[in-house]
Every structure is written in C-alpha cells, then in structure tokens.
C-alpha cells in the first residue's frame, strides 16, 4: 500500500513537474519584432533597380535616389510618382511599362513608418 502511495506520488510530482516546464517554455518564447527597414540594407536597391540611369549618379536627373538624403527628402513625390497609373503624367519610372512592384512601394511606405531610417 505504502508503495503504491509512493509510486502515485512519483506520476504526480513527475506530470506537474513536465507541465511546469512546458508551461515556462511557452511563456519565454518572446515574439518576433520585426526589424525596422533601413535605407541601405531595405530600400536603395529598390531605386537601384526601378530608376536607372536617370535618377542614379551620372543620370540626368539632379535628384538622385542612390543618396540616402535626397531619397529620404524626396519621398513623399517619390511614393506621389511611383502610385499614378502607367499612362499618367508623371508615372514613375518614366518610359516604362510596368509600375514598380507593389511588395517594394509597400517597403517604402514601411520605411516611411519606421522612421526613414539610413542604416
Ligand atoms: C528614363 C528616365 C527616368 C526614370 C527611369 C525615372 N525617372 Fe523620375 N523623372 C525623370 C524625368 C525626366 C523627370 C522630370 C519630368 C517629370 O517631372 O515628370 C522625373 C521626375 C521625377 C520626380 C519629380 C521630382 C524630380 O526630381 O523632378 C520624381 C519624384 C521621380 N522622377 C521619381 C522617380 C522614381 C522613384 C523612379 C524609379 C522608380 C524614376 N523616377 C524613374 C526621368 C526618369
């Protein structure tokens, strides 16, 4: 009987014991923040990709968005430019026939939200 008693008192302690532990795993799993998106390592290769040459250096735009401060001053016109229908005046990237991809405007807009941020 004694046994019996203690044999029960094992499976009791061992199952909180695994319960407790489980318990405390789920509680430390912190969430996921994602990091906020910068300049150098989210956006530049955007405007890298969607405006040569003529807003690169050497293109014939004064304002280039390969540098950090004219992006950053212009983006406003920038979202402004690269939101209008293909067939309006002013769409950006000029000449082309298909806007830029949405994910990348939604990066844009992101790193508007995250505080334009270089790196
Ligand atoms: C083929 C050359 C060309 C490409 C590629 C191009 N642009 Fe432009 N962009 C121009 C020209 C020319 C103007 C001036 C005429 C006008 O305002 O429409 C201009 C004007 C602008 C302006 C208004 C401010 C300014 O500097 O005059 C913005 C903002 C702009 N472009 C953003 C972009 C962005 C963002 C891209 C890439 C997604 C891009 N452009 C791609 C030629 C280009």
Redesign the pocket.
Known sequence: MKKMNLLKLFLIVSTLFTVSCAKTEEATVTPVTPAKLTYEANIKAI?VA??????LAG?????K?DDFATAKT?VT??L???QRDVTA??F?????TTP?PATDIAKIKQWVADGLLEK
């Open positions: 405007f969607n405006c040569s040459p003529c807003h293109g014939v735009k004064t304002n968005w212009n016109l920038i402004d430019r690269i005046t002013g950006m990237p000029k000449g082309k830029v």
